[in-house]
């Protein structure tokens, strides 16, 4: 028989004698387990009591009844589960994973600190202050929430009865690091900036360059465009024109060509043929190389050849036996153990969301409430561009450099660098030692982007990158998780600024939808209607013709000091005249049928309408079209979940 406990968050619980410490006891109940949570003594911060039950399949669910109990339980349990894997992830985004996995990660933590994942996220926790001091109602509770959240985590390490998990023991490591607010922002940089920063710019840069070097310039070309780059895919399923709508785009859809076609559209959409300088290839060839020494830099370098890839879908309630839309969703990451995702469910009152999140950060991020439900998919729009710069001494700069831009010097900002690194195998615990330093370059015309390879004369890459501002993408998964209408989802929507993803929706009302998240930057170059040197190599940084033209009209939520593409812009269909759409990962627009990125138009978006050179092969999105065809062709021509 249970004996009553002392005091958990103000009211008595239940203790099991043979409990010495707190615990969560699993006691098998139907379809769930019913989970007590017992203490030997109240945990600091809980304001009241929180029931955690677990269902069959061990997905915690946390009922409280304030928001900021509910959080702060989310953080205790995300720590019970996975700090090992909470603390990897705030470690890799801020380059310190070398303070807890030993020499072998300083590579990646080099590359991650230089990028600057780090710098972004002290930016985007400034403007959430910045805001919440001002008012803002959904700042405000953001805030709350991730310092509840934080507050749950400690609880939990500040347990000292509790063993660490046996991974810190194989490591030497007997401390952990409080957990703080930045670091969950930084955790969701990391899963942001794994979707959306790409080396592509380089990558091909680098082969073109290889071509020319082996053919030279003209010949070069020629055989790169005509043996390795391809924007068509091999399926022509688009998104949006395949569900009856055209996302408001001027260019009618582009039926699929010839391979040989193909091949002459691809080099047509350059103006004249590319060089690659000597210098950039160099470059390229350099950065490349130590890029794939660091894990998370060569995930994004094998892109293509791994196998990965998401897809959603969704049916309109006119097309379903229930009379209700359906989405199906199952989003792919890198195969991780444990899973990237982590299941859950919180409620409290006026909150009552179910799906997944990432341990490290509060909300759901894919799921449902009461009301709606949304999943996404990965769109790669090109939101990272890489420039060839050039350095020069200059005694008034603080870092004793700047660049030349159009002739003139612009200041280089020095970022003073300091890495650790744990000693492993010593017999000492928690000994960590100075490894190595150096000085990050950071490039302010370049988003605050940093120089990331460098040559003896002064000629350098830099990176600009939308991820590099103060984003707010947290915010949405907050505001989704309340959200009860079609306009409630889209006020969501305008916090989700990079990351970008392809969001399948659907509601009570029986409303469907597909959106597009993240922002677009406007190009100098393609505003002009200039194809003379695409944003998917790497660009000329002095000339000042390849530039993301300043902001004049920033858009609703618009955090990018740059003009982006307006919501009116971004690849959608609401309610869909087919009634239904799939994506997976393929073309949402069809802007790459003909093998030619750059020879649309929309009305909202000046000169060069463009937004990635490439999408995925097409095969899932053509093979998900077909069955659904398929199932609408048989019987009365309505779907169930199950079908």
Same mark, same amino acid.
């Given at each position: 028989?249970?004996?009553?406990?002392?005091?958990?968050?103000?009211r008595?619980?239940?203790?099991y004698?043979?409990?010495?410490?707190?615990t969560?006891? /699993?006691? =098998?109940?139907g379809?769930?387990?019913?989970?007590?949570?017992?203490?030997?003594?109240?945990?600091?911060?809980?304001q009241?009591?929180? %029931?955690?039950?677990r269902?069959?399949?061990?997905?915690a669910?946390?009922? !409280?009844?304030?928001?900021?109990?509910?959080?702060?339980?989310?953080?205790?349990i995300?720590?019970?589960?996975?700090l090992f894997q909470?603390?990897?992830?705030?470690?890799?985004?801020?380059?310190t994973?070398a303070?807890?996995l030993?020499p072998?990660?300083?590579?990646?933590?080099v590359?991650l600190?230089?990028?600057?994942?780090?710098?972004?996220?002290a %930016?985007t926790?400034?403007?959430?202050?910045?805001?919440?001091?001002?008012g803002?109602?959904?700042?405000?509770?953001?805030l709350?929430?991730?310092?509840?959240?934080?507050?749950g985590?400690?609880?939990?390490?500040?347990?000292?009865r /509790?063993?660490?998990p046996?991974e810190? #023991?194989a490591?030497?490591?007997?401390?952990? %690091?409080p957990?703080?607010v930045?670091d969950s922002?930084?955790?969701?940089?990391?899963?942001?900036?794994?979707?959306s920063? #790409?080396?592509?710019?380089?990558?091909n840069?680098?082969?073109?360059?290889?071509?020319?070097?082996?053919?030279?310039?003209?010949?070069?070309a020629?055989?790169f465009?005509?043996?390795?780059? %391809?924007?068509?895919?091999?399926?022509? !399923?688009?998104?949006?024109?395949?569900s009856?709508?055209d996302?408001?785009?001027a260019?009618p859809?582009?039926?699929g060509?010839?391979?040989a076609?193909?091949?002459?559209a691809a080099?047509?959409?350059v103006?004249?043929p590319i060089?690659v300088a000597?210098?950039?290839?160099e470059?390229?060839?350099?950065?490349?190389?130590s890029?794939?020494?660091?894990?998370?830099?060569?995930t994004?370098l094998?892109?293509?050849?791994? =196998?990965?890839g998401?897809n959603?879908?969704?049916?309109?309630?006119?097309?379903?036996?229930?009379g209700?839309p359906i989405?199906?969703?199952?989003?792919?990451l890198?195969?991780?153990?444990?899973?990237?995702?982590?299941p859950?469910?919180?409620?409290?009152?006026?909150?009552?969301?179910?799906?997944?999140?990432?341990?490290?950060?509060p909300?759901v991020?894919?799921?449902?409430n009461?009301?709606?439900a949304w999943?996404p998919?990965t769109?790669?729009?090109?939101?990272?561009?890489?420039y060839?710069?050039q350095?020069?001494?200059?005694a008034?700069s603080?870092?004793?450099l700047?660049?030349?831009?159009q002739?003139q010097p612009e200041?280089?900002?020095?970022?003073?660098?300091?890495?650790?690194?744990?000693?492993?195998?010593?017999?000492v615990?928690d000994?960590?030692?100075?490894?190595?330093q150096?000085?990050?370059?950071?490039v302010?015309?370049?988003?605050?982007g940093?120089?990331?390879?460098a040559?003896?004369d002064?000629?350098?890459?830099?990176?600009?990158f939308?991820?590099?501002?103060?984003?707010r993408?947290?915010?949405?998964?907050?505001?989704w998780?309340?959200?009860?209408?079609?306009?409630?989802?889209r006020k969501?929507?305008?916090?989700?600024d990079?990351?970008?993803?392809?969001?399948?929706?659907?509601?009570?009302?029986?409303?469907?939808?597909?959106?597009?998240?993240g922002?677009?930057?406007v190009?100098? #170059?393609?505003?002009?209607?200039?194809?003379?040197?695409p944003?998917?190599?790497?660009?000329?940084g002095?000339?000042?013709l390849?530039?993301w033209?300043?902001?004049?009209t920033?858009?609703?939520?618009?955090?990018?000091p740059?003009?982006?593409?307006?919501a009116?812009?971004?690849?959608?269909v609401?309610?869909?005249?087919?009634g239904?759409?799939v994506?997976?990962?393929?073309d949402?627009?069809g802007?790459? /049928?003909?093998?030619?990125p750059?020879?649309?138009?929309?009305?909202?978006?000046?000169?060069?309408y463009?937004?990635?050179?490439?999408?995925?092969?097409?095969?899932?999105?053509?093979?998900?079209?077909a069955?659904?065809?398929r199932?609408?062709s048989?019987?009365?021509g309505?779907?169930?979940v199950?079908d």
């Amino acid at each position: 028989m249970p004996v009553p406990a002392r005091n958990f968050g103000g009211r008595s619980t239940m203790r099991y004698p043979m409990m010495a410490r707190l615990t969560l006891a /699993l006691l =098998a109940s139907g379809l769930f387990s019913t989970t007590v949570l017992a203490a030997a003594q109240s945990l600091p911060g809980l304001q009241s009591p929180v %029931r955690v039950t677990r269902d069959v399949d061990g997905i915690a669910h946390i009922q !409280a009844t304030s928001e900021h109990d509910m959080f702060y339980m989310q953080g205790y349990i995300h720590a019970r589960d996975r700090l090992f894997q909470m603390d990897v992830n705030r470690r890799t985004a801020d380059g310190t994973l070398a303070e807890l996995l030993g020499p072998a990660a300083l590579a990646n933590d080099v590359q991650l600190r230089t990028i600057g994942l780090d710098r972004s996220g002290a %930016r985007t926790l400034a403007a959430l202050q910045a805001d919440a001091q001002a008012g803002d109602s959904v700042s405000i509770a953001v805030l709350a929430a991730m310092q509840a959240y934080a507050d749950g985590v400690n609880a939990f390490l500040e347990r000292s009865r /509790l063993p660490l998990p046996p991974e810190y #023991d194989a490591i030497e490591i007997t401390t952990v %690091r409080p957990w703080q607010v930045i670091d969950s922002i930084n955790v969701g940089k990391l899963i942001a900036f794994g979707l959306s920063f #790409d080396l592509d710019d380089i990558a091909n840069s680098q082969r073109l360059g290889a071509f020319q070097q082996a053919l030279g310039p003209q010949a070069g070309a020629a055989l790169f465009f005509e043996d390795l780059f %391809r924007s068509q895919p091999f399926d022509p !399923a688009s998104t949006v024109p395949d569900s009856g709508g055209d996302g408001g785009s001027a260019t009618p859809p582009k039926a699929g060509v010839s391979g040989a076609t193909a091949a002459t559209a691809a080099a047509a959409a350059v103006d004249s043929p590319i060089e690659v300088a000597p210098a950039a290839y160099e470059l390229a060839r350099r950065y490349l190389e130590s890029a794939s020494q660091a894990p998370t830099l060569r995930t994004l370098l094998d892109s293509d050849r791994t =196998a990965r890839g998401s897809n959603n879908w969704g049916v309109a309630g006119a097309l379903t036996v229930s009379g209700n839309p359906i989405i199906a969703n199952d989003p792919h990451l890198t195969l991780d153990h444990p899973s990237t995702f982590y299941p859950t469910r919180i409620s409290s009152p006026g909150y009552d969301a179910i799906g997944s999140g990432f341990a490290g950060a509060p909300f759901v991020i894919v799921g449902h409430n009461r009301n709606i439900a949304w999943g996404p998919t990965t769109n790669p729009l090109d939101v990272t561009d890489v420039y060839l710069e050039q350095l020069v001494p200059d005694a008034s700069s603080p870092s004793g450099l700047s660049t030349l831009f159009q002739g003139q010097p612009e200041h280089v900002i020095p970022v003073p660098q300091q890495w650790f690194a744990n000693v492993i195998g010593d017999g000492v615990p928690d000994n960590t030692v100075l490894a190595n330093q150096d000085v990050t370059l950071i490039v302010p015309r370049r988003n605050n982007g940093p120089i990331v390879q460098a040559l003896d004369d002064g000629q350098a890459l830099s990176v600009q990158f939308t991820g590099f501002s103060p984003t707010r993408e947290l915010e949405t998964f907050y505001l989704w998780n309340k959200a009860r209408t079609l306009d409630e989802f889209r006020k969501g929507l305008e916090r989700f600024d990079f990351g970008s993803q392809n969001w399948a929706y659907a509601d009570r009302q029986g409303n469907l939808a597909y959106f597009t998240s993240g922002e677009m930057p406007v190009r100098s #170059d393609l505003a002009g209607n200039s194809r003379v040197l695409p944003p998917f190599f790497i660009r000329d940084g002095q000339l000042g013709l390849f530039e993301w033209l300043p902001v004049t009209t920033p858009q609703p939520g618009q955090v990018l000091p740059y003009q982006i593409y307006p919501a009116s812009a971004m690849p959608s269909v609401v309610n869909p005249v087919n009634g239904w759409f799939v994506n997976a990962n393929n073309d949402p627009i069809g802007n790459t /049928l003909d093998n030619d990125p750059l020879n649309d138009r929309h009305p909202d978006v000046p000169g060069i309408y463009y937004l990635n050179p490439g999408y995925a092969s097409g095969f899932r999105a053509g093979r998900i079209t077909a069955r659904l065809n398929r199932l609408f062709s048989e019987g009365d021509g309505k779907v169930t979940v199950e079908d």
